[in-house]
């Protein structure tokens, strides 16, 4: 039994089960034993592989698409780099050389917005000049930000409803003797649910999601900039269970071994689009990743390159590996010009 298994079981033996979003943030960040606190994640050797990391060619796109999208807004003085949730700095590493050729962008130091003491050693290896924020609250508050959210939202926890004979009801973890096992509990009116859902129909939200979005889109609509966000998951709102757990690349019990996993759930992209809209952002998308990387060119640069990299990016395109489940999303102010990979 791990440690934080046994944790787990002592509040639940306490307060009653624990809401689902309760348990993927001590999975994921209980400051001790937390996933992200304790573990290697990310690359081969780790639990799950990112785009980054399969191939350079993915930041190095990123980092053209930033600066031309800078470019055509007029090159606003000071434009701010910033991920949020950077791994181990790959992402960037391969952005910031790219954005080395694009005249007049300036050599200014990134920020990271990390809560892993742990990353953020492997990040400050890569990136001798970052600056780190615990929260986006914290970064520049008056230039130009242009942030890139890859394979974050995904981690961030969610609330699973269940249509019940009796309505809806709240999925939760409860104890079974050592175990951990799914219940439910009652409902706390909160975000809107369908009202023409199936007895045994599961749907799911993500507070945290919402709250991040919506102060993201409020820093663009007041500094400029642009937002970037690639994850997998779907384009509208839909019934079904996504939550799950990756280990060794494999799919794991979440609830067999809290800590020692990674936990995540499928994006709800309609509803980033939805906050990002209400706050007053102009929305590109969401297209598929494979859409969005063939609009800018990366078939092209695969067959200049050759050999692995024709592999690396069917990997990264195909609709059978990443190129159909993972979306990407970006939002900008009204007026500005419309950034590459969407049209």
């Known amino acids: 039994m791990?440690?934080?298994?046994?944790?787990?079981?002592?509040?639940?033996?306490?307060?009653?089960?624990?809401?689902?979003?309760?348990?993927?943030?001590?999975?994921?960040?209980?400051?001790?034993?937390?996933?992200?606190?304790?573990?290697?994640?990310?690359?081969?050797?780790?639990?799950?592989?990112?785009?980054?990391?399969?191939?350079?060619?993915?930041?190095?796109?990123?980092?053209?698409?930033?600066?031309?999208?800078?470019?055509?807004?007029?090159?606003?003085?000071?434009?701010?780099?910033?991920?949020?949730?950077?791994?181990?700095?790959?992402?960037?590493?391969?952005?910031?050389?790219?954005?080395?050729?694009?005249?007049?962008?300036?050599?200014?130091?990134?920020?990271?917005?990390?809560?892993?003491?742990r990353l953020r050693m492997l990040q400050a290896e890569r990136h001798t000049d970052a600056i780190f924020h615990e929260t986006i609250e914290t970064a520049p508050s008056t230039l130009p930000l242009f942030m890139v959210a890859n394979e974050l939202f995904d981690a961030l926890p969610i609330r699973q409803m269940e249509m019940t004979a009796q309505g809806w009801k709240e999925r939760a973890i409860t104890a079974n003797s050592a175990d951990l096992a799914f219940t439910l509990i009652d409902y706390k009116p909160g975000p809107d649910l369908p009202t023409n859902a199936k007895v045994g129909d599961i749907f799911e939200v993500c507070p945290a999601a919402d709250i991040l979005c919506q102060a993201i889109a409020e820093r663009i609509m007041t500094q400029g900039g642009a937002v970037l966000i690639v994850d997998y998951g779907y384009t509208a709102a839909e019934a079904g269970d996504s939550f799950q757990a990756i280990e060794k690349h494999r799919y794991a019990d979440p609830l067999a071994n809290p800590g020692t996993a990674d936990l995540t759930a499928h994006v709800n992209f309609a509803a980033l689009a939805g906050g990002a809209r209400a706050a007053g952002c102009a929305v590109h998308g969401p297209v598929t990743q494979g859409h969005f990387l063939g609009q800018l060119g990366l078939p092209l640069r695969a067959r200049a390159l050759g050999g692995s990299a024709l592999r690396d990016a069917a990997r990264l395109m195909d609709g059978e590996a990443m190129g159909t489940l993972f979306k990407v999303l970006a939002f900008t102010q009204p007026g500005s010009p419309p950034p590459a990979g969407f049209a």
Request: aromatic share 8%.
């Open 2 to 117: 791990t440690e934080l298994k046994a944790l787990i079981l002592a509040d639940i033996a306490k307060t009653g089960p624990m809401p689902l979003d309760q348990y993927m943030t001590l999975c994921l960040a209980h400051p001790e034993h937390g996933y992200y606190m304790t573990k290697e994640p990310f690359g081969r050797d780790g639990d799950f592989i990112t785009a980054p990391e399969i191939s350079q060619m993915f930041g190095e796109l990123i980092g053209l698409w930033i600066g031309d999208l800078w470019t055509r807004q007029g090159q606003p003085d000071g434009p701010t780099l910033i991920e949020l949730g950077p791994g181990r700095g790959t992402l960037m590493a391969d952005a910031r050389r790219s954005l080395e050729k694009v005249p007049l962008w300036p050599d200014s130091p990134p920020h990271f917005v990390e809560t892993s003491s």
